[in-house]
């Protein structure tokens, strides 16, 4: 199986009562304030989730052990107005450092106090390599741990 | 999450049983049912699951349906990052407003 299936990049868009710089600098510089708590790659409970203000800093997460796990990096860097994350993550969610899913996300002020954030998650189906070799582990013998493991891991994540 | 209805459909043994049968390859549900000591209603609901937790893909063949091992899964994960970035924003959207409405004394 070679062939490429696009698949729908994710789109979503949410207005928040708070001016533009404001709500750039929340999503960048405090993301350890707001990132959902259900999802790290961490073996760990997570106590910072970073996001290094500069084109190509590292997007990462930090363990309460000090441990660390990346999640990708910024590949644009425009505040207040843009941002584009590499998602680094691949079907196994395991961070892959050849791979690269983005992640832009746009600030558009409506009003002084009011932004509207608009989030794109795109080049999903560049993780089908990963989603192929899960599948090829499945069809493999002795490959049914290693999916429910993926699984677990993802579920638990 | 998808995810963990991946991990929800495969904690059954029978459903396990069938997705590790399409390992063979694709096949109908009435061959399915012939393998496993079970009616082949409930392998056409167990396939049902699978299908809705993104483990399997079907396609029509004639009068029949072919179930296969969804080669990709990416529709599961794309369900899944979809459900992640609602959760995510919303979470952005509460801290946001909750530092504004801090600073301007409002609720």
Known sequence: ?157 | MAYQNALAALADPTRRRIFEALRAGPAPVGRLAAKLPVSRPAVSQHLKTLKEAGLVADEADGTRRVYRIDPKGLASLRRWLDQFWDDALDAFKAEVEKEQSKGKNRT
């Open chain 1, 1 to 157: 199986m070679t062939r490429t299936i696009a698949i729908a990049p994710v789109r979503k868009t949410i207005t928040v009562e708070a001016p533009q710089a404001r709500a750039f600098e929340v999503f960048t510089t405090q993301m350890t304030r707001w990132w959902p708590a259900t999802h790290t790659i961490l073996k760990v409970t997570p106590r910072a989730h970073i996001v290094e203000p500069r084109v190509g800093g590292r997007w990462y997460s930090v363990g309460i052990d000090d441990s660390e796990c990346d999640t990708g990096k910024v590949l644009v860097w425009e505040p207040p107005s843009r941002l584009v994350l590499a998602w680094q993550l691949g079907a196994e969610w395991q961070y892959d450092p050849n791979l690269i899913t983005e992640v832009e996300v746009r600030f558009i002020a409506e009003t002084p106090a009011r932004t509207r954030v608009e989030l794109e998650h795109r080049h999903i189906e560049r993780m089908g390599e990963k989603a192929e070799a899960v599948a090829s582990a499945v069809s493999s013998p002795g490959g049914w741990s290693a999916i429910l493991e993926s699984f677990k891991a993802a579920a638990n994540g």
